[in-house]
C-alpha cells in the first residue's frame, strides 16, 4: 500500500509533465502561432469591413494535431480526432493545427498561413449564407472568397499576392482531388482578388470546375504566371458582390 507522503510527491512529479509537454509545443511552433493571431485578427477586421456580412466571424482555435472534439463537430458520444485545419460549420469554429502550419510557413512564408485561415473563413461565409456546392466547386469557391480576404494582402504581416497563390498551386499536391487542380486553386484565388475578370458566384465556379475557364496562365510554374500582373487590381470586390447577392 502507497503511504500518503509518497502520494503526494507522485502528484507533485507526474503533474508539470502534462504542462512541459503543452509548453513544448507551443515554444517549438512559436513562430506559427504568433502569426496564426496576427492573421486572424487581419481576416477578422477584413470580415467587418465587408459590408453586408450580418453574421459574426467564425471563432479560430489552435489545437495539437490528433486532439479529440466532442460534440457539435465531432461525435458528440467518442469524439472525433482533428487531422488537419477545418472548419466546423455547427459551432462557427474554425480549428488550426500550428503543427501541419509549420511546414508551409518556413515555405511560403506567413503568406501560407493567411491563405489556410482565409480558405477557412470563406467556409464560414458560406456556411453563414447557407452555400453548399458540390465538389469540387464548393472549395474553389472557398477560394475565391479567400482572395476576396486578402486582396492586396498585408505588408505589415508579410502576405504577399505571389507567395499566397504559389501556395494554393501546391495546396493541390498535398491535399486530394476535392478541392480542384492547383491551377483552377490559384485561378479563382486570383479572382477574388480582383485581378482578373470574373466572380465567385456558383455558376462562374461550376465553369472553372469543369475545365471551361481558361487556366494556362496559371500552368507549369508554382507561382502565378507572368501575363498576370498582380500588382493591379483592376476588378475590385467584397464578398457580398462577388457572390452576387
Known sequence: MIKPLMISIFLICS???????????????????????????????????NEGITSNPPQVISISANRIVYGGCG???????????????????????????KGFEEEFGPSAVAYVVAHEFAHAVQNAYGIRLPVPNHELQADCLAGVFIKEGSEELGITREDTIAMAKV?????????????QRAYALTTGMGVIDGSCKAEQIKLLAEG??????????????????????????????????
Open 171 to 183: 495546396a493541390y499536391s498535398i491535399g486530394d482531388d476535392t478541392h480542384g487542380t492547383g491551377e
Open 212 to 245: 471551361k475557364l481558361d487556366t494556362s496562365n496559371f500552368s507549369n510554374t508554382r507561382s502565378a504566371s507572368k501575363n498576370v500582373n498582380l500588382k493591379i487590381t483592376p476588378y475590385p470586390q467584397t464578398i457580398i458582390s462577388s457572390l452576387g447577392l
Open 15 to 49: 503533474f508539470p509533465l502534462e504542462i512541459s509537454a503543452n509548453t513544448f509545443d507551443k515554444i517549438k511552433n512559436a513562430k506559427v502561432y504568433e502569426q496564426i493571431e496576427k492573421t486572424t485578427s487581419f481576416l477578422i477586421q477584413a470580415w467587418e469591413a
Open 75 to 101: 461525435s458528440y458520444l467518442s469524439g472525433e480526432e482533428v487531422g488537419g485545419s477545418s472548419y466546423c460549420g455547427s459551432t462557427n469554429t474554425i480549428f488550426l493545427v500550428p503543427s501541419q502550419l
